[in-house]
C-alpha cells in the first residue's frame, strides 16, 4: 500500500518537474499540456491493466494470470503466487482424495456413503456387487428403495448401529451378508457390508456334521442297548437260539459302529493336513492285486471280476490308494445286484492315469452326482446302511485324490451302472521297469 503511494508520489513529482521544465523553456501552455498527455498515458497504462485483470476474471486459471508493469507488477504478481499456492493445495487435496477412493474401492468388503436422507452418494465396487447397486445409476436414491429388505430398512429407520445386521437373500439368491452402519461427519453415515455367506456355509455344514453323526451313532446304540436289557433280565427265559441270533444282531451293530468311528477317524485323519505325510513310488499293478481278493470276500462269489492294469507306478501314499480302491469296489460290490460283472482298471489317458471302477449295478440319477462326495450324503439311505455303509466312502476318496492333486470323474446310467474315475496327474506317474 505505503509503494504504491510512494510510487504515485514519485510519478505525480517527475510529472509536475518536467511540467516546469517545459513551461521553462516554452511558457505556461505547453507545461500545462506536457503534464496533461503525462496523466493521460499514465491512466491508459493503469486502464489495459485493469482491462486485462478484468478480462482474467471471467475466466480465471493459473496459467493465463497476466503480468503487470509498474505499480500493477506487486499486486499481479502477488495474485499469481496466491492462486499457484491455492491451485497446489486444490491438486493435493485431489490426489489424496483419489487415494482415499482407490483404497476404498480397493477393499474387500463393500462400502457406501449416505447422505442424512440415506441417499447414496458413492458406493465401492464391492457394495455394488453385494447389494446389487449401481453407484453412478442410482447416486441420489435413498438406498431403502433399491435394498428393500425389511430388516434392513427397520436397522436404518431405528438408527441404532451397535450390532451389524444379518441380511439373507438380498439379490435373490442364497447369499448371507452382514451390514454395519457407522454415523460420520454431520448427518453422513457409511455402511460397510460383508459376504459370509461362505462362513455360514462351514457353519451350517458342522452343525449338519455333529447331527448326522449322532444320527448314525444313535440306531446301533438303542439297539445295543435294547438287546442287552433283555439279555440282563432275568425274568426272561430266552431260548439257547433266539439268544444266538441276539448276540449276532448286537455284534453287526458293534461292528457298524466300529466302521463309522473308523472312517470318521481316516476322515479326520485326512483333513488334518493338506498332503500325505509320507509318499512313495506305488508299484499300481501289485497293489490293485494285494487288495483284490479282500473285495472278492466282499462278494462272495456273486460277481464277476475284470482287472486290467497297464505297467504304471504312481507316486503317492499307498495306504491312502488302498483306501481309495477299497471304497470304489466294495460300493460296486454294494451296489451291484449278483451275477454282475465288476471291473477294475489302471491305464494311460494322454498324459494322465486313471483308476477307474466300473460296475453294472444299480446306477445313479443324474441330479445326485455332483453331492455323491458329500459326507453322509446317499442316493438310498436304507440300501446303503443294509449293506453296511457309512455314507463317508466317496467324501474320504474325494479327500485323497484331492491331496494327490487327482479328480474323481463319476459316470453313470440309472438301470445299467456306473464309472468312477480317479484321474492322477502326469507329474505323479511313471512307466514301471521291471
Ligand atoms: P455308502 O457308505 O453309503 O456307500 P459312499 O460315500 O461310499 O457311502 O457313497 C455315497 C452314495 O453314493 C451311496 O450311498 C450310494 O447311494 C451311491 N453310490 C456309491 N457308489 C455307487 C455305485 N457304484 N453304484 C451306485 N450307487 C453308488
Known amino acids: 500500500m505505503q509503494a504504491t503511494w510512494m510510487s504515485f508520489l514519485l510519478r505525480s513529482l517527475l510529472i509536475a518537474v518536467l511540467a516546469l521544465c517545459v513551461g521553462f523553456y516554452a511558457g505556461g501552455w505547453w507545461a500545462w499540456m506536457a503534464a496533461a498527455i503525462c496523466f493521460a498515458l499514465l491512466t491508459l497504462d493503469h486502464t489495459r491493466q485493469l482491462a486485462r485483470l478484468t478480462q482474467w476474471v471471467s475466466a480465471p486459471r493459473l496459467e493465463t494470470i497476466p503480468q503487470g508493469t509498474g505499480d500493477w507488477e506487486l499486486p499481479l504478481g502477488e495474485l499469481y503466487r496466491l492462486n499457484k499456492a491455492q491451485h497446489k493445495e486444490v491438486q493435493s487435496l485431489l490426489q489424496s482424495m483419489a487415494r482415499f477412493r482407490d483404497a476404498a474401492r480397493a477393499l474387500p468388503d463393500g462400502v457406501v456413503t449416505l447422505n442424512a436422507a440415506h441417499q447414496i452418494e458413492w458406493a465401492n465396487p464391492t457394495a455394488e456387487l453385494l447389494l446389487a447397486i449401481d453407484a453412478e445409476r442410482d447416486q441420489g436414491r435413498a438406498i431403502t428403495n433399491l435394498v428393500r429388505n425389511p430388516d434392513f430398512v427397520e436397522y436404518l429407520r431405528l438408527g441404532v448401529y451397535t450390532a451389524p445386521l444379518i441380511l439373507r437373500n438380498v439379490r435373490g439368491d442364497a447369499s448371507v451378508l452382514t451390514v454395519r452402519a457407522v454415523a460420520f461427519g454431520s448427518e453422513r453415515m457409511l455402511l460397510l457390508v460383508r459376504d459370509i455367506t461362505h462362513e455360514e456355509n462351514i457353519e451350517r455344514l458342522r452343525r449338519d456334521f455333529v447331527a448326522n453323526v449322532s444320527h448314525e451313532l444313535k440306531t446301533p446304540i438303542t439297539v445295543l442297548a435294547g438287546f442287552v436289557e433283555t439279555l440282563a433280565n432275568p425274568d426272561i427265559e430266552l431260548e439257547p437260539a433266539q439268544r444266538t441270533h441276539f448276540l449276532a444282531l448286537m455284534a453287526e451293530q458293534s461292528e457298524r459302529m466300529q466302521r463309522l468311528i473308523e472312517d470318521l477317524l481316516t476322515l479326520s485323519a485326512l483333513e488334518s493336513a493338506a498332503r500325505p505325510s509320507t509318499e512313495s513310488i506305488i508299484e499300481m499293478p501289485s497293489l490293485i492285486q494285494q487288495v483284490m481278493p479282500t473285495i472278492q470276500a466282499l462278494s462272495d462269489g456273486k460277481h464277476q471280476f475284470i482287472c486290467e492294469v497297464e505297467a504304471l507306478t504312481l507316486k503317492g501314499n499307498a495306504q491312502e490308494i488302498i483306501s481309495v480302491i477299497s471304497n470304489l469296489a466294495s460300493n460296486a460290490v454294494r451296489y451291484t445286484p449278483a451275477g454282475g460283472t465288476i471291473r477294475v482298471t489302471w491305464t494311460q489317458r494322454d498324459e494322465h492315469a486313471v ?56 459316470h453313470s446310467t440309472p438301470g445299467q451302472g456306473s464309472t468312477f474315475s480317479a484321474v492322477f496327474p502326469a507329474q505323479r506317474v511313471q512307466p514301471l521297469h521291471e
Open 355 to 410: 483308476l477307474s471302477v466300473t460296475d453294472s449295478g444299480i446306477g445313479i440319477e443324474a441330479q445326485h452326482l455332483s453331492r455323491l462326495t458329500e459326507r453322509f450324503y446317499r442316493v438310498d439311505t436304507s440300501r446303503s446302511r443294509e449293506s453296511g455303509g457309512t455314507g463317508l466312502g466317496l467324501a474320504i476318496v474325494k479327500h485323497v485324490l484331492t491331496r494327490h492333486q487327482a479328480k474323481l470323474e463319476i
